[in-house]
C-alpha cells in the first residue's frame, strides 16, 4: 500500500508545472534620507538575502549593485529598482518576481532585507565610500507582514512590510510596530579597511622574537 501511494504521488508530482518564481509584495511606509527626509523617487531600494551565516554584514565602498553581487561573502542582491517605478517619494508598494535558481545558496528561511539609498540612483553601478542607506529586516511577522525569511520555492504573493509611525500612505500608521526614526537612512558606507598597524607591528615582532630563538639555537 505505502508503495502504491508513493508511486502515485511521484506521477502527480510529474504533472505539476515546474516554477522556480517568488513573487513578493513589497511595502514600506516611510522610507527616509539621513535626515528624516522623505526618500525622492529617485533613489535605490534593494532585497537581499543572507545565504550563508544568518547575518547582514556592513556595505564597504566600492560594493557592486547589480543583482547578483554581494555584500561581503554572502549577502546577495535578489532585487534592484528605484522608488519611482513603484511609489512616491518615502513610498513603496511593489510586486516583484525573482527566479530563486539564479542566485547560488539560496535556500528557503534565509534572512532577507531591505535596503535603501536616497543618494543613489539605477544609474550607479557600484556604491561608494560615505554612501548613506538604511537596513531593515524582521525574523517576526508584525504589521500585518510575514516574516523577512526566503520562503520556499514557489511561493506567489508573499508579503514583505515594513512599516514606521510616521507613515500615511500605507496601514497601520501610527499603530506601526517601528518608530518613525527606523525609516532613517542611519547608515554609512565605509572604506575597505587596510591592514592595521598594530597588527603589522605585532607581526614584526613575532618575526623578531623567532629570529633571535634561531639564532639562540645555533649558537649555544
Excluded: C
Aim: no cysteine.
Amino acid at each position: 500500500m505505502k508503495f502504491i501511494v508513493a508511486t502515485l504521488v511521484t506521477l502527480f508530482a510529474g504533472l505539476l508545472p515546474v516554477n522556480a518564481t517568488i513573487t513578493f509584495l513589497m511595502q514600506a511606509d516611510l522610507l527616509k534620507d539621513s535626515n528624516g527626509v522623505a526618500m525622492s523617487q529617485d533613489g535605490v531600494f534593494m532585497l537581499v538575502a543572507s545565504t550563508a551565516d544568518a547575518t547582514f554584514q556592513p556595505i564597504l565602498a566600492g560594493t557592486s549593485t547589480a543583482v547578483g553581487s554581494t555584500f561581503g561573502l554572502d549577502d546577495r542582491i535578489l532585487f534592484v529598482g528605484d522608488l519611482g517605478s513603484f511609489g512616491v517619494d518615502g513610498v513603496l508598494d511593489a510586486t516583484i518576481a525573482i527566479d530563486s535558481t539564479l542566485f547560488a545558496g539560496l535556500t528557503t528561511n534565509d534572512p532577507l532585507a531591505l535596503y535603501w539609498f536616497p543618494t543613489l540612483t539605477t544609474g550607479d553601478t557600484s556604491i561608494g565610500e560615505g554612501t548613506t542607506y538604511g537596513f531593515y529586516t524582521n525574523a517576526v511577522a508584525v504589521d500585518g507582514s510575514s516574516a523577512w525569511l526566503t520562503p520556499a520555492d514557489p511561493t506567489s504573493n508573499y508579503s514583505l512590510g515594513f512599516f514606521t509611525k510616521d507613515g500615511s500612505e500605507l496601514s497601520p500608521g501610527i499603530g506601526a510596530s517601528n518608530l518613525a526614526s527606523a525609516g532613517n537612512a542611519a547608515n554609512t558606507v565605509s572604506a575597505v579597511p587596510e591592514p592595521s598597524v598594530s597588527v603589522l607591528a605585532m607581526a614584526g615582532a613575532m618575526f623578531a622574537v623567532f629570529g633571535r630563538r634561531r639564532r639562540r639555537n645555533r649558537h649555544p
